[in-house]
């Protein structure tokens, strides 16, 4: 049973740093491409970035392009995402997330229950 | 990567059918047969009910149905059931190795 578990969000200043961690488990971890989702509060889903199954490839929305990092670990079964110069409007529910295939991103297919990262002064 | 556009709302009796739609361009939906549909309740995380366009994964009642024409997806819920409320997101790759969502559907059961 694939399993999803994110950490490391919390309550930050404007312009400071933040990485979130997703530990994974019930799969071969090194066959997949991951996500990173999010979801602001009352609000819809928005795509962040995919790192392929080796960590070569990455790719990133727009919105985050030059501020937010993903990189993975397949030592440890973890890809983190590394977040700088945080705004308010990156305040959201941060999803980790699998993609069917090793490359993509193609479709997600299982998702963890997401940690709350708020940025505000 | 302009969101996909899906109606804020949709409902539906208990038993009935609805469709809820989610449209693009043929840079998205209509240029790839990577369309999928999330289902999500309150305060938990999405799940998948429908990936390339009409494929229900293992578990996802038949009465979850996919399809697409042009640039326009759309998921049916046939014979409307109570726990069918939820949000509902279609997804889809957009090229140039992005994946876009739509806005979200509320769906009620009447």
């Known amino acids: 049973q694939v399993h999803l578990v994110e950490s490391g969000g919390g309550v930050v200043q404007p312009g400071t740093s933040l990485r979130l961690s997703c530990v994974a488990s019930g799969f071969t971890f090194t066959n997949y491409a991951m996500h990173w989702v999010r979801q602001a509060p009352g609000r819809g889903l928005e795509w962040v970035a995919i790192?392929?199954?080796?960590?070569?490839?990455?790719f990133y929305a727009d919105s985050v392009k030059g501020s937010f990092t993903i990189s993975r670990d397949n030592s440890k079964n973890t890809v983190h995402l590394q977040m700088d110069s945080l705004t308010p409007e990156d305040t959201a529910l941060y999803y980790c997330a699998r993609d069917r295939y090793n490359s993509g991103p193609y479709y997600i297919d299982n998702w963890g229950q997401g940690t709350l990262l708020t940025v505000s002064s | 990567q302009s969101a996909l556009t899906q109606p804020p709302s949709a409902s539906g009796s208990s038993g009935q059918s609805v469709s809820i739609s989610c449209t693009g361009t043929?840079?998205?939906?209509?240029?790839?047969?990577?369309v999928s549909w999330y289902q999500q309740y309150p305060g938990e995380a999405p799940k998948l009910v429908i990936f390339?366009?009409?494929k229900r994964p293992s578990g996802v009642p038949d009465r979850f149905s996919g399809s697409k024409s042009g640039n326009m997806a759309s998921l049916t819920v046939s014979g409307l059931q109570p726990e069918d409320e939820a949000d509902y997101y279609c997804?889809?790759?957009?090229?140039?190795?992005?994946?876009?969502f739509g806005g979200g559907t509320k769906l009620t059961v009447l």
């Open positions: 790192i392929s199954d080796t960590g070569r490839n990455k």
């Open positions: 043929s840079s998205d939906v209509g240029g790839y047969n990577s």
């Open positions: 997804s889809s790759y957009a090229g140039s190795n992005n994946l876009v």
């Open positions: 390339e366009v009409n």
